[in-house]
């Protein structure tokens, strides 16, 4: 089972960026850590120990990253928690702390941005970031596209223009009605059909 962990931090390094051969693109940059402490002395708030992480991402995350953040920028990073051996250049042993990356976001603690949103063709090796951590995207909307959206303001055609643009009234509502089943006290929807009960006049 994956440990997943949250972290507040700063990049502290350049971002690299490599591409496996079967096109998968891999992001890595080193990321520290620290807490804030209160000084017992000069009762000052000061950052504490500094701890270091290796973070990787994947895919769109990968390119998305290597776009948006820079060295010293303040970041937050979700994701899987790995911690691994390896030996030093003297044989000596060490452990290294890394982080497979699900998210990746500017702290506004710090900052401000402006956000664009990639279009979903243009995502890597077949995958989203947001699918790589087990969501999905939701598509855009644009103005005028909302799922609510009033009929009224709904630009709609009778499909019955003859071309001569007369919309004068023939005076025969009622043949209609008897034409179309309604029953009295009943009225059809000029644009969907349906059939709507007058209300009552009480």
């Known amino acids: 089972m994956a440990n997943y962990i949250s972290l507040r931090g700063f990049v502290s390094s350049d971002i690299t960026m490599s591409t496996t051969d079967s096109g998968l693109v891999i992001a890595k940059f080193r990321m520290g850590s620290n807490t804030r402490q209160q000084d017992p002395i000069t009762n000052q708030w000061v950052d ?20 948006s953040i820079h060295k010293g920028n303040r970041i937050v990073v979700t994701g899987k928690l790995k911690v691994t051996s390896y030996l030093r250049k003297d044989g000596t042993p060490g452990n290294g702390v890394d982080i497979e990356a699900d998210s ?52 709609t055609t009778d499909g019955g223009d003859n071309g001569d643009g007369d919309q004068t009234d023939d005076g025969g509502d009622d043949e209609r009605s008897a034409a179309q089943g309604l029953q009295e006290g009943e009225h059809a929807n000029e644009d969907t059909g349906e059939i709507l009960v007058d209300a009552a006049p009480y």
């Open 104 to 155: 990746i976001g500017l702290d506004l603690n710090f900052g401000n941005v402006t956000y664009h949103r990639t279009p979903s063709n243009s995502q890597n090796n077949g995958a989203s970031g947001a699918e790589h951590a087990g969501g999905s995207v939701p598509p855009d909307i644009d103005e005028g596209e909302f799922p609510n959206q009033d009929p009224e303001d709904a630009d």
């Open 48 to 67: 504490g120990k500094t701890n270091w992480f290796q973070v990787s991402a994947f895919r769109a995350l990968a390119t998305n990253a290597m776009i």
